[in-house]
């Protein structure tokens, strides 16, 4: 397959990203973009790439779930002990992306990842349906298993085992927050004049905006 052939325009759903036009807050204008991602019934608007690198900098890359935002970050929940957990335990520096493809918009953020509190982490799993709650007493994120029966035997073991009773949250399992230092706004434009808005956190706590060439 040439991939070259899937090129196509992009055209500019709601005018041009303007700065007159936008908050000069990037949490407001997120906010923005990710409502008008949602009215637009968009499946999994809140889908989000989750980048991590190991110390010495070799990343990895994954799609992982926004579970919550506002002015502190942006948190999604995990495995302590997966790959990216094990990563961001020794270098907290991360990456997300969002791409709303219909809407030709994208959003990236950088920053710092902490760990949420265990009441925070104990009230969304609390939240969750029971067959996830069930799910995440079932596996350890990213070791290795010798087969589906593995887990399929293992949901029906812990099945049986909470069957009457409140699913405690596992101590391996739990919430993060991206804690932001930069923002990009990226709206896809015609001939590929993309507009470009990056916000970019300052010593005293104020965003600095400035316009990136496509």
């Not at 994954?62 to 970050?73: E, I, P, S, T, Y």
């Not at 809407?103 to 996830?132: C, E, H, N």
């Not at 010798?146 to 949901?155: I, S």
Request: net charge negative.
């Amino acid at each position: 397959m040439n991939a070259d052939k899937l090129r196509r325009e992009y055209s500019v759903h709601d005018g041009h990203l303007l700065e007159q036009n936008v908050s000069p807050n990037p949490f407001e204008q997120f906010e923005k973009w990710f409502a008008d991602a949602v009215d637009a019934k968009l499946d999994l608007p809140d889908a989000m790439t989750l980048a991590t690198a190991t110390p010495d900098g070799i990343p990895s890359a994954r799609m992982v779930v926004l579970r919550g935002f506002d002015a502190k970050g942006f948190c999604f929940y995990t495995d302590y002990e997966s790959q990216k957990g094990r990563e961001l335990a020794e270098n907290p520096n991360a990456a997300l992306v969002f791409y709303w493809r219909e809407l030709d918009r994208q959003v990236r953020s950088t920053g710092i990842v902490k760990k949420m509190s265990a009441a925070a982490s104990d009230a969304y799993f609390a939240s969750r349906p029971v067959s996830s709650q069930l799910a995440v007493q079932t596996e350890r994120q990213s070791v290795v298993i010798n087969g589906r029966e593995h887990l399929t035997e293992g949901y029906q073991s812990v099945e049986e085992m909470y069957a009457s009773d409140a699913i405690p949250r596992p101590p391996h399992w739990g919430g993060y927050r991206l804690v932001p230092n930069l923002f990009e706004f990226w709206q896809g434009c015609p001939s590929r004049l993309h507009d470009r808005l990056c916000y970019t956190l300052q010593p005293d706590g104020t965003w600095e905006m400035t316009r990136l060439s496509p």
